[in-house]
C-alpha cells in the first residue's frame, strides 16, 4: 500500500462519525495518528481502530482538561502500557488555563516518566503559552533513545524551535500553523528532517469546512512552496520522516497486501 500522507494530530473521536472517517483515512490511504482528550476514551478510541490498517490510537489527557480530571492520570499511566502512542499531552500556559499550570506539570511529568520507563513511546504534545516549560520538563524527564516528542502545532518562537530540535523534537505542522508569521518563520527554519503534518481536526477549518485528515495534501503544497523545493520533494521528505518516527516505536508503515 502506497500511504498518500501522513496526519500525526486527529481528533477522530470528536468527529460526528468516528468509523466513517476512519473508513476514508483507508480509502484515501492517510496515515493518522488518533489522538485523545482524556485516558477514558481510549477504549473505544481502540476498538474504533483496531481493524484500520492507516488510523493509529493513542491515549492522551489534555492539558486544558487536567484540572477537572486529573484523578484520571493513573489510567492514562495504566493505559500507556499498551500503547506506543500518547497523545495529546502537554502544557497550556495560557490565561485560561494558568490557574492549573501546576497540576498540568504533575500530570505531564508523570507521563514523561512513564514514557521514559517503558521506552519506543511517541508523544503528540501541546505546549501552547508554555515551550519553555515543556521542553524543561522533557529534558529532565526524557533521553532521545526512549522518548520522541512531537510537537503538535507549536506556537513559540525561532529560539525555542531551535532549543526543541536539540531536545530531540519534530513538528507536527498543520495549515493554520502556516497563516502566522511566527509558524513560517519556525516551519522555514526548523530542519528538514524534523518535519510532519497533522490537521488537529476537527478543530479547525479549510476552505469553509472541517478540516479531515486528506487536508494534509494542502499542507504538504504550502510547506514546499515556504521551503523552495517542490511538492514531490516535500512528500518525500516528510514520509521519510514519518517512516522514521514509527519504526522508533516499531510501527511499520502498511505495504501492499498487509
Known sequence: MTTNGFDFHCHVDLFPNPEALIAQCDRDRIMTLAVTTTPKAWE???LWTEHSRCVLPAVGLHP???????????????????????????????????????????VFSRALRSAQRLGAR???????????????????????DRVLPILHWFSGSVELAA????????????HRMLDSR??????????????????????IKINQRTSEPQDVSATIARLAELRNVSIDEMKHIVASNAERV??????SIPTAGR
Open 182 to 203: 511566527t509558524g513560517i518563520a519556525v516551519t522555514r527554519r526548523v530542519p528538514a528532517d524534523r518535519l510532519l503534518t497533522e490537521t488537529d481536526a476537527p478543530f
Open 44 to 46: 473505544q478510541n481502540r
Open 246 to 251: 514509527l519504526s522508533f516505536a516499531r510501527v
Open 64 to 106: 486544558e482538561l487536567v484540572g477537572q480530571r486529573y484523578a484520571e492520570i493513573a489510567l492514562l499511566e495504566d493505559i500507556m502500557a499498551e500503547t506506543p502512542f500518547v497523545g495529546e499531552i502537554g502544557l497550556d500556559g495560557s490565561a485560561k488555563y494558568r490557574n492549573t499550570l501546576s497540576t498540568q506539570k504533575d
Open 163 to 174: 532549543e526543541a530540535v536539540q531536545v530531540g523534537c519534530y513538528f507536527s505542522i498543520n
Open 122 to 144: 511517541i508523544l503528540s504534545i501541546h505546549s501552547r503559552g508554555a515551550a519553555r516549560e515543556v521542553l524543561a520538563l522533557l529534558s529532565e524527564h526524557t533521553t532521545s
